[in-house]
């Protein structure tokens, strides 16, 4: 018997189609989204060898499509018939410092990260408000912490306007509707495997994944994984002076 229903997009790579093999080990049904449907086809077929009583539906989205996405969300709450959690990952980590004429980069990271998520968020909350439950699940990052320098300037800034959204909601507290914010630390994907190498508390994906999926599995409003060591370096790049924070990151 399933344990419930839960939708991830940008799920055909990265972290997102790590939490699906999870998820999928834990008992659950997955609807996957993303724009690259062939990996998501690839990932269904190993999911559903390893599980075969699983369901994993499959969907093309782009999540800068506005009209896709309320359209993807409504079709999978109407395939499923309940959507049990919404799980926002979808994500780009493009960027350059500002000023240094790559404004194509750090807007196009801006409308994909913040906007495109304003509008996942607006879909899956829709469908949560008419369910009466749902738990909303959105992917921030450590760097939403602080203003960050250079290239990931504005990365930064929509993965905290990403967890602002989600503690609007926290604040709301709408009824029935669980909002967890998770921040992760640096996990090796796609996005980051050029730099992994001379970046410091790197750790693999499926060690990253479990301890976000532990995090989401018991619905912690908010939570900084792994833990160790970004828990007090969370702390810290929240609270102390700016020089500091350069040396931390």
Do not use: C
Not at 17 to 33: N, P, S, V, W
Not at 56 to 73: I, S, T, Y
Not at 170 to 189: C, H, M, Q, R, T
């Amino acid at each position: 018997m399933s344990k419930g229903t839960i939708v991830i997009t940008g799920a055909s790579s990265g972290l997102g189609a790590e939490m699906a093999r999870q998820f999928a080990d834990l008992g659950y049904d997955l609807g996957l989204a993303a724009r690259r449907t062939e990996r998501l086809d690839d990932l269904k077929t190993e999911i559903t060898a390893k599980h075969p009583n699983a369901r994993v539906e499959l969907k093309a989205l782009d999540v800068n499509d506005d009209e896709a996405v309320f359209r993807v969300f409504k079709e999978f709450a109407a395939d499923f018939g309940v959507l049990d959690r919404v799980i926002i990952n979808a994500g780009l980590g493009k960027g350059a410092p500002l000023g240094t004429g790559r404004y194509d980069a750090n807007k196009q990271t801006a409308m994909t990260n913040f906007v495109a998520a304003l509008a996942q968020t607006e879909a899956a909350m829709e469908i949560f408000r008419a369910q009466g439950s749902g738990h909303l699940v959105m992917i921030s990052s450590v760097s939403a912490m602080r203003g960050m320098r250079k290239t990931i300037t504005t990365y930064a800034a929509t993965k905290a306007g990403v967890a602002a959204l989600a503690e609007g909601l926290i604040n709301e507290n709408v009824k029935g509707v669980d909002v967890s914010i998770i921040y992760p630390g640096y996990i090796l994907s796609e996005m980051n495997e050029k730099v992994a190498q001379r970046t410091k508390f790197m750790v693999d994906t499926k060690t990253g994944v479990k301890a976000i999926v532990n995090a989401i599995e018991k619905r912690k409003q908010k939570a900084l994984v792994p833990a160790w060591p970004w828990v007090p370096l969370g702390f810290a790049l929240k609270n102390a002076p700016m020089g500091v924070v350069r040396k931390l990151m």
